[in-house]
Nanobody, 121 residues
Framework: QVQLVESGGGLVQPGGSLRLSCAASGSILKINAMGWFRQGPGKQRELVASITSGGTTTYPDSVKGRFTISRDNGKNTVYLQMNSLKREDTAVYYC???????????????WGQGTQVTVSS
């Protein structure tokens, strides 16, 4: 129905940068919001950033000033620019989208498979 595919993860040294991308495809009428979550080993999944179709963004204190989320609504794509990366940022990053798939349907939440981000020297 709806697929989310992430890309851009990898290995980076502390202080470095990465840019993640997530493209949504399939049966999509409207995406209300998209965002990024992450889950490190032994940790619970947590919100990293979110953005509405209108451009309203949300960040937790842990990434404010370092991460920036943006989107291209026409391409159903969301990006996460990560700067000044720390070892604590190491996690699998998951793309999330709140999607109205078809006319008259209620919004549903979809997840990508995740992309690994490892911050290490």
């Amino acid at each position: 129905q709806v697929q989310l595919v992430e890309s851009g993860g990898g290995l980076v040294q502390p202080g470095g940068s990465l840019r993640l991308s997530c493209a949504a495809s399939g049966s999509i009428l409207k995406i209300n919001a998209m965002g990024w979550f992450r889950q490190g080993p032994g940790k619970q999944r947590e919100l990293v950033a979110s953005i509405t179709s209108g451009g309203t963004t949300t960040y937790p204190d842990s990434v404010k000033g370092r991460f920036t989320i943006s989107r291209d609504n026409g391409k159903n794509t969301v990006y996460l620019q990560m700067n000044s990366l720390k070892r604590e940022d190491t996690a699998v990053y998951y793309c999330n989208a709140d999607v109205i798939a078809r006319l008259g349907w209620s919004p549903r939440n979809y997840w990508g498979q995740g992309t690994q981000v490892t911050v290490s020297s």
